[in-house]
Protein backbone atom coordinates (compact mmCIF):
# COMPACT_ATOMS: atom_id res chain seq x y z
CA UNK A 1 0.00 0.00 0.00
CA UNK A 2 1.45 3.46 -0.87
CA UNK A 3 1.00 6.50 1.24
CA UNK A 4 2.08 9.64 0.48
CA UNK A 5 4.70 11.49 2.02
CA UNK A 6 2.09 13.90 3.48
CA UNK A 7 0.89 11.89 5.43
CA UNK A 8 4.26 10.28 6.69
CA UNK A 9 4.99 13.76 7.23
CA UNK A 10 2.01 14.29 9.77
CA UNK A 11 3.04 10.91 11.62
CA UNK A 12 6.71 11.35 11.68
CA UNK A 13 5.86 13.72 15.15
CA UNK A 14 4.26 11.29 16.74
CA UNK A 15 6.77 7.95 15.57
CA UNK A 16 9.88 10.36 16.86
CA UNK A 17 7.76 10.55 20.34
CA UNK A 18 7.16 6.96 20.12
CA UNK A 19 3.20 7.62 20.99
CA UNK A 20 1.74 5.92 17.26
CA UNK A 21 0.27 2.93 17.06
CA UNK A 22 1.98 -0.11 16.14
CA UNK A 23 0.40 -0.69 12.79
CA UNK A 24 1.31 3.34 11.96
CA UNK A 25 5.18 2.52 13.39
CA UNK A 26 5.56 -0.07 10.55
CA UNK A 27 3.45 1.66 8.07
CA UNK A 28 6.38 4.41 8.25
CA UNK A 29 8.99 2.92 8.66
CA UNK A 30 8.15 0.58 5.73
CA UNK A 31 7.83 4.18 3.87
CA UNK A 32 10.97 5.58 5.22
CA UNK A 33 12.96 2.14 3.79
CA UNK A 34 11.84 3.58 0.19
CA UNK A 35 11.73 7.06 0.80
CA UNK A 36 14.82 9.39 0.95
CA UNK A 37 13.11 12.51 1.41
CA UNK A 38 11.37 11.50 4.23
CA UNK A 39 14.21 10.19 5.70
CA UNK A 40 15.82 13.56 5.42
CA UNK A 41 12.97 14.81 7.12
CA UNK A 42 12.71 12.25 10.25
CA UNK A 43 16.74 13.71 10.12
CA UNK A 44 15.53 16.99 10.42
CA UNK A 45 13.54 16.91 12.67
CA UNK A 46 15.59 14.91 15.37
CA UNK A 47 18.20 17.25 14.65
CA UNK A 48 15.34 20.52 15.64
CA UNK A 49 14.68 18.03 18.49
CA UNK A 50 17.72 17.98 20.34
CA UNK A 51 18.82 21.31 19.25
CA UNK A 52 15.30 22.82 21.09
CA UNK A 53 16.13 20.63 23.88
CA UNK A 54 19.53 21.84 24.33
CA UNK A 55 18.41 25.78 24.10
CA UNK A 56 15.51 24.70 26.38
CA UNK A 57 17.83 23.09 29.05
CA UNK A 58 20.03 26.13 28.67
CA UNK A 59 17.42 28.80 29.52
CA UNK A 60 15.84 26.66 32.30
CA UNK A 61 20.18 26.50 33.72
CA UNK A 62 20.14 30.42 33.41
CA UNK A 63 16.89 30.50 35.12
CA UNK A 64 17.85 28.22 38.30
CA UNK A 65 21.69 29.82 38.47
CA UNK A 66 19.73 33.60 38.61
CA UNK A 67 17.06 32.15 41.21
CA UNK A 68 20.10 30.99 43.33
CA UNK A 69 22.11 34.14 43.19
CA UNK A 70 19.14 35.75 44.51
CA UNK A 71 18.27 33.02 46.78
CA UNK A 72 21.93 33.51 48.43
CA UNK A 73 22.01 37.39 48.40
CA UNK A 74 18.61 37.15 50.00
CA UNK A 75 19.96 34.46 52.86
CA UNK A 76 23.05 36.61 53.68
CA UNK A 77 20.62 39.86 53.79
CA UNK A 78 18.11 37.35 56.21
CA UNK A 79 20.91 35.98 58.30
CA UNK A 80 22.63 39.54 58.84
CA UNK A 81 18.76 40.94 59.48
CA UNK A 82 18.59 38.30 62.55
CA UNK A 83 22.09 38.93 63.89
CA UNK A 84 21.40 42.97 63.81
CA UNK A 85 17.38 42.61 65.60
CA UNK A 86 19.35 40.14 67.98
CA UNK A 87 21.87 42.23 69.08
CA UNK A 88 19.35 45.05 69.63
CA UNK A 89 17.12 42.71 71.42
CA UNK A 90 19.60 41.77 74.03
CA UNK A 91 20.95 45.79 74.47
CA UNK A 92 17.37 46.84 75.21
CA UNK A 93 17.18 43.96 77.52
CA UNK A 94 20.47 45.14 79.28
CA UNK A 95 18.82 48.57 79.15
CA UNK A 96 16.13 47.62 80.84
CA UNK A 97 17.81 45.63 83.56
CA UNK A 98 20.21 48.41 84.02
CA UNK A 99 17.42 51.13 84.27
CA UNK A 100 14.92 49.14 86.65
CA UNK A 101 16.66 47.40 88.94
CA UNK A 102 17.02 48.95 92.24
CA UNK A 103 21.31 48.85 92.43
CA UNK A 104 22.05 49.67 96.02
CA UNK A 105 25.32 49.10 97.99
CA UNK A 106 25.50 46.23 100.15
CA UNK A 107 25.71 46.47 103.77
CA UNK A 108 29.08 45.11 104.59
CA UNK A 109 29.07 42.50 107.43
CA UNK A 110 31.09 43.43 110.28
Known sequence: ???S???IKDLLPLYLDGVCS???KALIEEHLAECDNCKT???TMKGDLFINHK????KEAEAVRKL??????GMIRSLLEGVLITLLVIAAIA????????????????
Not at 95 to 110: G, N, Q, S
Open 95 to 110: LVLYLFMDIRALPKPY
Open 41 to 43: ELQ
Open 55 to 58: DQNL
Open 22 to 24: NDS
Open 68 to 73: SRRWKK
Open 5 to 7: CEI
Open 1 to 3: MKI
